[in-house]
C-alpha cells in the first residue's frame, strides 16, 4: 500500500467523522464550523486525486462563500431557546438511522472488496482531468446544454430570491 493510498484514507475517514459530527452537534454554529472542516477535508481529497481546480473552487466557493452565508443566517436566527432544539426519536428517525447503518455497512464492503484494486482505479489521466482547461473545454463542448441550463436555473432563483425579499419589504 503506498503513501498516497494510507494519506487518502486518513482523509476520507475524518471527513466521514466530521460529517457525522456536523449532524450530530446541537450547536448549529458548532455544525457549521465542522462543515468547513469537511469541505476542507474534501479539497484535500480532490488535491491527492490531482484535480487542483476542483479542489481550489471546493475551498472558494464552498468553505468560503457559502459557509459564511450559512454562518450569517445561522447568526441571524432565534435559536436562544435550546429546548426548541431537542427533538424526540421518532419512528422516521428510527427508519433513518436503519437506512444509514445499512448505508454504511455497503460502504464498508464496497470498501473491502475494492481494497486492493484502489491505486489501479485512478485514470491516467488523472492529472489533465481536474485542470481548467480540461474543466473548460469539457463544460463548453460535452456538457453545453446542462452548463446552460444550470446557468438559466440560477438565474431564475436569484430573480425569486429578489422578488420574494422585495414583496417583505414593501
Known amino acids: 500500500m503506498s503513501i498516497d493510498t494510507i494519506v487518502f484514507f486518513i482523509l476520507a475517514a475524518t471527513s466521514i467523522i466530521s460529517a457525522i459530527l456536523v449532524i450530530t452537534r446541537r450547536s448549529p454554529i ?6 468547513v472542516f469537511n469541505f476542507i477535508m474534501l479539497a484535500i481529497i480532490y488535491l491527492t486525486l490531482h484535480a487542483q481546480f476542483i479542489a ?7 468553505a468560503g462563500a457559502i459557509m459564511v452565508l450559512f454562518l450569517f443566517v445561522v447568526l441571524l436566527l432565534n435559536l436562544g431557546k435550546e429546548e426548541m432544539l431537542t427533538e424526540k426519536i421518532t419512528y ?35 492529472t489533465q482531468i481536474g485542470t481548467v482547461e480540461h474543466i473548460g473545454k469539457v463544460l463548453f463542448t460535452d456538457y453545453l446544454l446542462p452548463f446552460e441550463i444550470a446557468s438559466i436555473l440560477l438565474l431564475a432563483a436569484i430573480i425569486g430570491a429578489v422578488v420574494l425579499a422585495k414583496k417583505r419589504i414593501g
Not at 30 to 35: F, I, K, Q, R
Not at 98 to 118: D, K, N, P, R, W
Request: positive net charge; without cysteine; proline residues 4%.
Open 30 to 35: 458548532v455544525s457549521v464550523v465542522y462543515l
Open 56 to 62: 481550489v473552487i471546493q475551498v472558494i466557493v464552498y
Open 92 to 126: 422516521k428517525k428510527r427508519i433513518a438511522i436503519g437506512l444509514a447503518v445499512v448505508m454504511l455497512v455497503q460502504i464498508i464492503i464496497g470498501l473491502t472488496t475494492s481494497f486492493g484494486e484502489y491505486p489501479n482505479r485512478l485514470s491516467p489521466l488523472a
